[in-house]
């Protein structure tokens, strides 16, 4: 089995900074690409960012210039630094991670239980 454990997320003021991380463990025998969704209350979740084991990375428009993402592949863990917070930022994070848990086996999606973030105005 694969666990996805987040942390990082809290109530901060517009403006401020967090900084999330998620750490991938269990049985894995290697890790694609990882990234962060959020989904707010009444609206679907939307992608805010993924990284691949190379590092090229892709951001949602609406957090480009102001979220970071990286990644340290010898520890199964992916980071979100999220900078410049506004009000509309405010949502649960998720994370998720592209696992292939033997080399015999493919490829699996795997989330994370989510991790509040709140940016008051």
């Known amino acids: 089995q694969v666990q996805l454990v987040e942390s990082g997320g809290g109530l901060v003021q517009a403006g401020g900074s967090l900084r999330l991380s998620c750490a991938a463990s269990?049985?894995?025998?290697?890790?694609?690409?990882m990234g962060w969704y959020r989904q707010a209350p009444g609206k679907q979740r939307e992608l805010v960012a993924t990284?691949?084991?190379?590092?090229?990375?892709n951001y949602a428009d609406s957090v480009k210039g102001r979220f970071t993402i990286s990644r340290d592949n010898a520890k199964n863990t992916v980071y979100l630094q999220m900078n410049s917070l506004k009000p509309e930022d405010t949502a649960v994070y998720y994370c998720?991670?592209?696992?292939?848990?033997?080399?015999?086996?493919?490829?699996?999606?795997?989330w994370g239980q989510g991790t509040q973030v709140t940016v008051s105005s």
């Open positions: 269990g049985s894995i025998f290697s890790i694609r690409t």
């Open positions: 990284i691949t084991s190379g590092g090229s990375t």
């Open positions: 998720l991670a592209n696992v292939q848990r033997t080399i015999v086996v493919g490829w699996n999606d795997y």
